[in-house]
């Protein structure tokens, strides 16, 4: 081993450097940022000298266990049983290649072999870090933290931290967090990513201006079960963020012989702030969907806010054919159309359409929707059980459950311990028969409660269970499943809302619901969270009754849809009641939706403002340049024609070429894209006048 060496992985346009340390066995971070960036002296360098701490504590590592690292926060902890906890490792090889590095790290007296493995994600600006842990010794280890990764981060004035916070009906809100000294946890051990935090943070040096087109660093971690992402601002401007699975049940064991894979960290940067920052999420999502991103997304009509749990087929039907007049092209019935669902008390488990519903026969009821042109899908929550279902009484067992405790409701509900094998298999079974004996092209997959008895009886020393590895590799083999053995059906993720967004379950399915809340202002504050995050393409977002039932400050029916167009259309309205000019209006949208989604859902996104400004706007620039498509929202205030009469509000866009001509059709304006850039598009606000959608083709 030398001090000196170091490898580079490049990703579209930045690089990110490793070297080992000259002061001890551990890889740390020389550099990270655009392309180049490697070449000169590193801004992570540091005195070398310390005061209490060792140099292992104030070092830019990359991956350090507790031992080495004892004070400042290790990325691992391990022991043999009743042994003391600690790791020492030496450095043993590395393994690089043009595109991934491998580095691996032993301690013989533990019986712990480590690698930290690096892989560059073609086409974007990504590189996927994660550890490999191996027991070498004849003794099981026991693993209290197993993070999957560290990053380091340089700043001068403590860390601009941004996160997406929330709670249920209010996900991905955009919180921001000056950092100079402390920690900071974000996560959940709700068994999902949960609705109080997404698995997402973005790290900016604090000095820079918020939302300037900064150096901007961020993570996220692919694990669709308990998480954290913790966020360390130590002396000397040091901003470590270390992420990874948490160990609910105490530790994890590692069999003697076995390796255990931590979730891969997606590791992005952008020296675009975190606008350019979200492009980055948003080019490695469209690598996630592959193929299936140019798969057409349907207009969507989803029954649920028109009928809960009152399905009955004349009344779908009824639902079905407006909705086909308005140019939907796919009908989703939701929660209650299988048996013993009259209310969210009953039915979960037993996956049989509900003859009283569909008295002609639920075949027939598909082949109707289906005759009017309209694609069928269907709600499932797979990993419910109702506690008085047929399910639930062959199987008590298949429950998370402990004995000797009371098995808690949560939704009136029960979970389904999707970790045993035999609760897989049914699940599989039960998807398989309801996709081949029915004619279903979409499946929205819901999850209503986390799992509270965290128990697995008889099924050895309870310690020794990891029951959130379980159930998360059981959901993802389903939907690996479902993929393979279903090509055809597009797959929607719900969990009450966003409880379960992350990159393992983004990479499974189609579109994910980021909100039960689609109340017009709630909604526009929620997709403008999720889009720093998250692609338009999986954004699915519906039009929903005014003044919607979370937030009643009215806004137009063209607001609505306007905001739902940001990412993929849908209409959860009651149709039924809807006048005609609404409905003539309600297919004026879908039109025009149709006409530039392709610009929508593959075009590069720039948020311009934020919902705390009179106006805001999401622009949406054509792969090819020749379309530009601007969603423009004013929220409140009407800051424009009240104080300045007949003075429209200008909206700057951005990124444009300045020296071309963009033409809108719509009102036969012509501009110059230094007219755009400079002054920018005119927005004539009134009280009935709040959102548009404005089409610029590059002439
Ligand atoms: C929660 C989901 O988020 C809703 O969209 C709806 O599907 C209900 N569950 C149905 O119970």
Redesign the pocket.
Known sequence: MTSHQRWTLRTQHTSYTVRLSPDGPWAELDAWGPHGVETGPSALDWSHRTHFITPADAAPAEYLPHGIRPFTGADLVASRPGHERGTWWTFEEADPDEHSLKLTFTDDLLGLRTTLCYATVPGTDVLHRWTELTCTGDEELRLERLDSAAVNVPVTAGARLTYLSGQWSQEFQRTQLHLTRGTFTIGSTQGVPGHAYAPWLAVQDAAAPPDAPAPTYGVALEWPGNWHITTEAEPGAAVRVRAGRVPHEGAVHLAPGDTLTTPRLACAFSADGLDGLSRVWHHYERHLAGERLHRTRKVLYNS?EATGFDVDAADQLQLAKTAADLGVELFVV??GWFTGRADDTGGLGDWYPDPEAFPQGFDRFVADVRALGLDFGL?VEPEAVSPGSRLHAEHPDWIYRIDGRPARLVRNQLLLDLGRTDVQEFVIATLDRLLTDHDIGYLKW?M?RPPTERGRPDAGPADHLDLDAGHVAGYLRVLDHLRHAHPAVTIEG?A??GGRIDHATLARTDVV?PS?NTAPLDRLRIQYGFLHAHAPHTMSSWVTDAPGVFDPRPRSLAFRFVTALCGVLGVGADLRAWTGEQRTEAAEWIARYKRVRDVVHHGEVRLLGTPDDATCAVQYDAEDGRRVVVAAFSTGRLDGAPLVPGRAVRLRLRGLDPAATYRDTATATTYSGAHLLHYGLPCAWSADHDAELVVLTRQ
């Open positions: 649920w939701d929660d709600w819901d209503n719900c009450g809302g619901w039960d």
